[in-house]
């Protein structure tokens, strides 16, 4: 029966934003008190955060599918649905979630990090906080927004300084039980750690962890045997100790070519770039020759500890039945595990904080023109304009006028003009694999939106207050074009233009 397991596929759901409601206040002597609809609640988002007590991701295994509280729903009387609840997974310390492409999106270190993987839709507005001076009473109200959804990866991947790794049997479980208080499974046949087990080492004032992990044998890095599944635990430690048992009695094995199969197989895999990236072939090694209380694995061990001092790793022959050696190769890691925190300390580089401002002319979408069956269809591509159609119920016109209105504000017609689109185009808006498509038909302006209301011309008002220098200016005008006029008929009566017929006779 399965009960570790440190890599999953979590399908993951926020809730969904409860609907507003559309009403309208009914009071004794007061049959239309006006609206008084109240908004629906937001979503529940799902967060990711570490929990000291996880230890596995085995729940997640066997229930893959999660998803957050819903929304409610507003009422009448300016009531607002509640809020959904968030539901909150519990991780192991040192999980990685990934996106099902690969795409990190964190890295949980450390009790309490946390992560929202899935925000919870908006609510929709009632009727009430629709109104306005324009629109007395809404007859209509916003649909909840639909939560976020996606796939995510987890990934567990422990933290311990030192990894003590090797060939099936060569006694690393053996090793930790006796430099630390735990207690893994200990038997004389292959395979017997089927789990990373850690365990915390005291040396003087250093503390540090040590995990035992899982037997490797050649092909470890392309999945032969349980190496694949184990090597990810470690990518995180800073140090790394062949254990060799100088007792087996497996024909073509020997301290010198053991330790050459792993090597090659830690050159071969490679660790994830956004945990450091570093090859494990460059992290600091040692090499701990084990079982040194049976006579012959002694004697083999001192033969071969000048050739492995002289290809540069500190060895240690050590004994965990009978406590040989272990002391000085405890202190030795300790050693080596301050040098890689100093190290690390030195190249950390404080986060900076980068603002990026929208631009000045940035309108919140973008048109995309593409060819669909031979004829060209226009994409509204942007977050604010797909939350409007999510919320807009399409079942009420009145709602689906107040979609245009707002689309009309922002400049999407304007932006379909520019585009090419004309009358009868087709407009998709929203993702790809679920968009709205309309006909659009463009608002037409000829004039008559120019009147105002019913008893009123805005040609006839007037918009202006003149000044006294307009006035005096006005003033001089009208008499110079008087004074003018009159010069002009005197003119006229002078050279005859204006004379009687009837003078004559």
């Not at 009960?3 to 007061?30: C, N």
């Not at 994409?379 to 399409?394: I, L, M, P």
Request: with cysteine; charged share 25%; proline share 5%.
């Amino acid at each position: 029966m399965t009960t570790f397991v440190d890599r999953v596929t979590l399908h993951v759901a926020a809730g969904d934003g409860g609907h507003g409601v559309a009403s309208i206040r009914r009071e004794k002597f007061k049959p239309l008190g006006g609206p008084d609809g109240g908004n629906g609640g937001n979503g529940g988002d799902v967060i990711l955060t570490v929990d000291p007590q996880a230890t596995t991701l085995l729940d997640y295994h066997r229930s893959p599918h999660r998803r957050a509280d819903k929304g409610r729903p507003g009422a009448g009387d300016e009531r607002d649905g509640a809020r959904g609840a968030d539901l909150i997974l519990p991780v192991p310390d040192g999980t990685v979630v990934s996106t099902s492409d690969g795409t990190m999106l964190a890295d949980l270190v450390g009790a309490g990090a946390s992560i929202t993987v899935a925000r919870g839709g908006r609510g929709g507005l009632g009727n009430k906080s629709l109104a306005s001076t324009r629109r007395k009473a809404p007859g209509f109200a916003l649909l909840g927004e639909p939560g976020e959804a996606l796939d995510i990866v987890l990934e567990l991947k422990s933290l311990a300084d030192v990894a003590l790794i090797g060939f099936p049997s060569a006694g690393k479980s053996s090793l930790v039980s006796v430099i630390s208080a735990a207690r893994p499974k200990i038997a004389d046949y292959p395979f017997t750690t089927l789990v990373p087990n850690l365990g915390v080492v005291t040396a003087g004032s250093t503390r540090f962890t040590v995990a035992d992990v899982p037997g490797l044998i050649p092909g470890a890095s392309q999945g032969r045997g349980l190496g694949l599944e184990f090597l990810r635990h470690v990518e995180r430690c800073s140090v790394l100790v062949h254990v060799i048992d100088c007792a087996t009695l497996e024909p073509g094995r020997d301290p010198l070519t053991d330790l050459e199969v792993i090597e090659a197989e830690l050159a071969a895999y490679v660790p994830g770039d956004l945990l450091g990236g570093r090859p494990l072939a460059e992290r600091i090694r040692m090499v701990v020759l084990n079982k040194a209380d049976v006579p012959e694995a002694r004697e083999l061990a001192e033969l071969v500890e000048a050739d492995l001092r002289e290809r540069g790793y500190e060895v240690f022959i050590v004994s965990a039945v009978a406590h040989i050696g272990l002391k000085e190769w405890i202190f030795a890691m300790a050693r080596a595990v301050e040098a890689a925190r100093r190290e690390l300390a030195s190249e950390i580089v404080p986060a900076r904080v980068v603002i990026r401002p929208k631009a000045v002319d940035d309108k919140g979408f973008s048109i995309v023109r593409e060819e669909q069956g031979g004829e060209s269809v226009f994409r509204v591509v942007g977050a604010r304009t797909t939350r409007w159609v999510r919320q807009t119920d399409f079942s009420n016109d009145e709602a689906v006028g107040y979609l245009a209105d707002r689309l009309q504000r922002a400049g999407v017609e304007e932006a379909l003009l520019a585009a090419g689109a004309v009358a009868g185009s087709s407009v998709l808006i929203g993702p790809a694999d679920n968009a709205v498509v309309f006909d659009w038909d463009p608002t037409m302006v000829v004039g008559a939106e120019l009147l105002g209301g019913r008893g009123t011309d805005i040609r006839l008002e007037d918009h202006g207050r003149r000044t006294n220098i307009q006035r005096r200016e006005e003033f001089h005008a009208r008499k110079d074009a008087q004074s003018a006029a009159r010069e002009e008929l005197a003119v006229e009566r002078r050279s005859g233009h204006w004379v009687d017929p009837d003078a004559d006779e």
